[in-house]
């Protein structure tokens, strides 16, 4: 039988704040290195289109980030490649020139690890562009070239015309599938695992994780881990992950079903709060305990509209749902522009760019954003401490998060009329925001949100 180890997803991992990155679209810190026919910062965005931005401009706004309490980077790919999305790698072992090459990615990791930042990046092993060498050999040389079993080509060479006779990511001709079945393949992305993490990197997150073969992604788990014991080994999924885990090939996923239960409740409104807290609950208990603490849980990414966009502009309710993630055990996420009201549909119209324009962030939004990243960086049980749902009524609903020492009850109302949770009998409960102390019903506010805190000891 099998001897798996243990899921050991990294420490500082239930400590994150993480901040989303998209780097065409966050700042352009060097117009000198914008590839060519970039467009105007702020223009709408379409598939193709290219804006400028780059790892200086990351760099740059570090101050910025830190300001909202953010102490971990996610970026989207950063290796060579023709798209703005670079999802179709050409090669891994090399930064974009667009995004200000070799030279930039070590002046942003130094700049972010002098500042106590983690930085994890986006590990495409599926598939690759057809920009790539590898598959440009082939394309030239067919059953000839080294590399003609490195792919799944029906034929003599790969061609795209009227359809690929090569396995292709969702059909997509311009990103041929790694074989990942052949074993110079697994050795060569190994190795791009190894290397980035050799200079530093801090983990990876593995794009469309259900198309790699598990025993591949638990080689990927292990690599990561004999190179640096604290890498965090992030999965993509918007499915359930609990055959990952059984696994034990992932600390942790994009917690994509939690966005789910979120969307319903708090944006379409088709869950009421005792619906969501079952639902909760049950993903709760698909995952392991370490998993739970260790996902990465998001109102938004690249791949989905905006949450602002989903609530019809009520960025009353993106806190609701900020404050629930903030609250809740995983690492919260923010993606880049949440935090200022960034709006967006279905992609490209997620992938706006980051308007630097102060007058028109929403700033009440992005004071929220901060208040909550403090609390949790003040309060040790929002990080560490057991959930225990305590309240779902109506549009109400209440957890606490508990230490030896202290407890923490959070509450919120996500219906348009006041409400109330009952305060857990015992102690001198007090909010830790204002000071108020507080006994019997813990009023709300329509789409409003409270915490309480009560020593034990």
């Known amino acids: 039988m099998e001897v798996r180890p243990p899921l050991c997803p990294p420490d500082w991992v239930r400590d994150a704040v993480f901040y989303q990155i998209f780097p065409d679209r966050f700042r352009n810190g060097d117009p000198a290195c914008d590839p060519p026919g970039a467009q105007a910062w702020g223009d709408p965005p379409t598939h193709h289109s290219f804006f400028g931005g780059d790892l200086i401009g990351v760099r740059d706004a570090l101050p910025y980030l830190r300001s909202l309490g953010i102490n971990a980077l996610y970026l989207t790919p950063i290796f060579t490649g023709s798209t703005n999305h670079k999802y179709d790698g050409e090669d891994y072992f090399r930064v974009d020139p667009a995004f200000g090459g070799d030279e930039a990615f070590r002046s942003l990791r130094s700049a972010v690890h002098e500042q106590g930042v983690r930085v994890v990046l986006d590990g495409v092993f599926n598939h690759c562009g057809v920009g790539h060498p590898f598959f440009r050999d082939v394309a030239e040389r067919g059953r000839c070239s080294p590399y003609w079993k490195w792919f799944l080509i029906r034929g003599e060479r790969p061609q795209a015309i009227p359809e690929p006779n090569y396995a292709c990511w969702a059909g997509h001709a311009q990103l041929p599938e790694w074989n990942l079945d052949h074993p110079p393949v697994r050795d060569y992305l190994l190795a791009v695992v190894r290397h980035w993490l050799a200079q530093g990197i801090d983990g990876w997150r593995l794009d469309t994780v259900e198309y790699l073969p598990p025993d591949f992604v638990r080689d990927i788990y292990r690599v990561a881990k004999n190179a640096n014991p604290r890498a965090y080994v992030l999965g993509e999924t918007m499915g359930l992950a609990t055959s990952w885990f059984r696994h034990r090939a992932l600390d942790g996923v994009m917690h994509y079903k939690l966005r789910e239960g979120l969307v319903r409740f708090l944006a379409e409104e088709t869950w009421d709060a005792p619906r969501f807290a079952l639902y909760a609950r049950g993903l ?92 949790r960086g003040q309060e040790p049980a929002l990080r560490q401490g057991d959930v225990r749902w305590h309240y779902a009524e109506r549009r109400a609903l209440a957890f606490l998060r508990g230490l030896p020492e202290v407890e923490i009850l959070f509450a919120l109302n996500a219906g348009n009329e006041d409400s109330a949770v009952p305060v857990p009998p015992g102690g001198r409960w007090a909010d830790p925001l204002t000071g108020e102390r507080l006994s019997g019903r813990l009023p709300l506010a329509p789409l409003g949100f409270r915490y309480l805190k009560r020593r034990c000891r």
């Open 284 to 375: 709760w208990a698909s995952y392991p305990r370490e998993a739970n603490y260790a996902c990465y849980t998001l109102l938004g990414s690249h791949d989905v509209p905006r949450f602002l966009t989903l609530c019809g502009g009520d960025a009353r309710r993106v806190a609701l749902g900020a404050a629930f993630l903030f609250a809740y055990p995983g690492a919260p996420a923010i993606y880049y522009g949440d935090e200022i009201g960034l709006e967006g549909g279905e992609d490209p119209d997620c992938r706006r760019t980051f308007p630097w324009d102060e007058r028109v962030w929403n700033h009440r939004l992005q004071e929220t954003f901060r208040t909550l990243a403090r609390l």
